[in-house]
């Protein structure tokens, strides 16, 4: 995969092969049932974000299903908050968590349900 446009810029994203490569087969391995986390480290402004973004756009087109969330600058969010966005995102398509997974989940599952903050 040379390069992916990443969604709104119109331009093209360059290099990346080798962080595009390792994503895509770890979206791969989601894909299959084997979860797992990439952490994205680096400089302000080196491109985490539009990383990030030309991965969910890949993944969107594997048919995964796309969630985001993101902490607040100025601080004060609720605990927890990237999680409670994304799983707010997912939660109209996902069946009622069984006890097990109600109770892994704790306060986030309904905090997902609530209105977002103002
Ligand atoms: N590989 C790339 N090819 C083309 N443009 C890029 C690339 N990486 C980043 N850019 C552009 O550089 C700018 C900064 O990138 P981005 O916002 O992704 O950085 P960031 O690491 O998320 O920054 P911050 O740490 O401030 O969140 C954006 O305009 C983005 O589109
Ligand atoms: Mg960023």
Known sequence: ?????APGSGMPLVGREA???LLGE?????????????LLAG?????KTRLAEAVAEEARHRG??????AAWDGGGAPA??????????L???????????????????QGA??????
């Open 80 to 89: 927890l908050w990237p999680w409670t966005e994304a799983l707010r995102a």
């Open 64 to 69: 995964a299903a796309v969630a985001r969330g």
């Open 91 to 109: 939660r109209p398509e996902l069946p009622e968590p069984d006890e097990r997974l109600r109770l892994a989940l704790g306060p986030l599952w």
């Open 113 to 118: 349900a609530e209105p977002a903050p103002a």
């Open 43 to 47: 400089e302000p402004g080196i491109g």
């Open 26 to 38: 770890a979206l791969g391995d989601a894909l299959e049932g084997r979860g797992g986390l990439r």
């Open 19 to 21: 962080e595009l490569r």
């Open 1 to 5: 995969m040379a390069a992916l446009a």
